[in-house]
């Protein structure tokens, strides 16, 4: 397994528009930054202009003495706080964090257009305020919806009621604000919910084509699972090329592993899908006003082993109330804390393969397809 040093001094390759439409004006560091009210930034960013075989290509990314000091290493954990930010009170400045660190990106971010880029940052915006809120009733082997917005097809799942707005449908469904209820969810699905209100509702606004085509597509069946990574995101980095460890991006998903075979045989507990709100926090979709930081995330998965026990079926269980407690006393030690995180801080291993190599960090992040007219690069299946 790669080692988490080896990613310290990957070099920011930022944003990168390439466009194969000559009559388009040359693009412009300006035009990037003022979009996101962050031309104060001009001095911090580098940019590079080429026009090659009638594709221009535009890239913008933070100087790399400016990251190391933002975000040494590329851990971007702690770049509100660094920044000041108020990611809860402020929009824009929720704005800010998920544009700085697409510029320090060690992958280059790319994009057919300038449009595409500003709907990919307010995509991920919509995605981390919807994550916030999310709150659902945790269980592996049930799930409800609001029946007044969902219907249970045998074959293909839920779908959505006819004459009920997507949105509205998945609003409901996972915001008991909105609701007044709480529905029974795994986080896996939890996570396409949440991915798909933040894109939907981009969507609705930027491309009501492609949002009337979903919003047929989800009345007639579902897209989940495999099929809806592949059909509604992109990734980046690889086992064999992780990521930087610590680099997320406001609005990606991640998986944290559990490394402890015996206890990810237990229903649910293989490991934890989540959403990277800013701000050094990760969703909580089951008690969404204490949301983890990655080192409580860490010391939960640990813990799982130790609540791990056979119900009366004999099926194996996590007593999760037991490892609550654990937490609890373990952060009381430092010393374990630090023990037990410098084992799970690694990077994880392939599926199926338990040693003591592996930790629980994914070496990948997942973020939304493009969907502007033109050049989304999002095909819906027939239904």
């Not at 975000?71 to 920044?83: E, I, M, N, R």
Request: aromatic residues 10%; charged residues 25%.
């Amino acid at each position: 397994m790669p080692c988490l040093e080896r990613t310290a001094a990957i070099v920011c390759r930022g944003i990168a528009i390439c466009d194969n439409d000559e009559s388009i004006a040359p693009i412009e560091r300006d035009d990037i930054l003022g979009l996101f009210k962050a031309l104060d930034l001009a001095s911090d960013v580098q940019v590079e202009s080429r026009l090659q075989d009638g594709i221009r290509t535009f890239r913008i990314w933070l100087k790399e003495s400016r990251a190391m000091q933002w975000a040494p290493g590329f851990d971007t954990l702690k770049l509100s706080h660094t920044l000041h930010l108020d990611t809860m009170g402020c929009p824009d400045d929720l704005t800010r964090e998920v544009v700085v660190t697409m510029l320090m990106g060690p992958v280059a971010f790319e994009f057919p257009s300038v449009q595409e880029l500003a709907c990919a940052v307010r995509i991920r915006c919509n995605v981390v305020q919807a994550a916030r809120i999310t709150s659902l009733a945790f269980h592996t082997s049930e799930a409800e919806r609001p029946e007044d917005c969902w219907a249970y097809d045998e074959d293909y799942g839920f779908i959505v009621r006819p004459g009920v707005s997507l949105v509205t449908a998945l609003m409901k469904a996972t915001q008991p604000a909105f609701s007044g209820a709480l529905f029974s969810f795994s986080c896996y699905r939890a996570s396409e919910y949440v991915i798909l209100l933040g894109m939907a509702q981009e969507m609705e606004r930027c491309n009501p084509d492609l949002y009337a085509q979903l919003q047929q597509l989800w009345s007639r069946r579902p897209i989940k699972s495999g099929e809806f990574h592949d059909v509604f995101l992109r990734e980046q980095g690889s086992m064999a090329d992780p990521l930087p460890p610590r680099f997320f991006v406001p609005g990606d998903r991640t998986w944290f592993r559990n490394p402890d075979e015996a206890s990810a045989d237990a229903s649910g507990f293989e490991g934890s899908w989540v959403m990277y709100l800013g701000g050094g926090l990760f969703s909580n979709f089951w008690q969404h006003d204490q949301p983890y930081t990655m080192e409580a995330k860490c010391l939960e998965i640990y813990h799982w082993r130790d609540g791990l026990y056979r119900d009366a079926n004999g099926d194996e269980r996590i007593d999760e109330a037991k490892v609550a407690q654990l937490v609890e006393r373990t952060l009381q030690n430092p010393t374990e804390v630090a023990r037990i995180l410098k084992r799970m801080e690694r990077f994880r291993e392939p599926r199926g393969v338990y040693t003591e190599v592996g930790g629980c960090l994914d070496a990948t992040r997942e973020f939304a397809r493009w969907v502007c007219p033109g050049t989304t690069d999002l095909v819906l299946p027939a239904a």
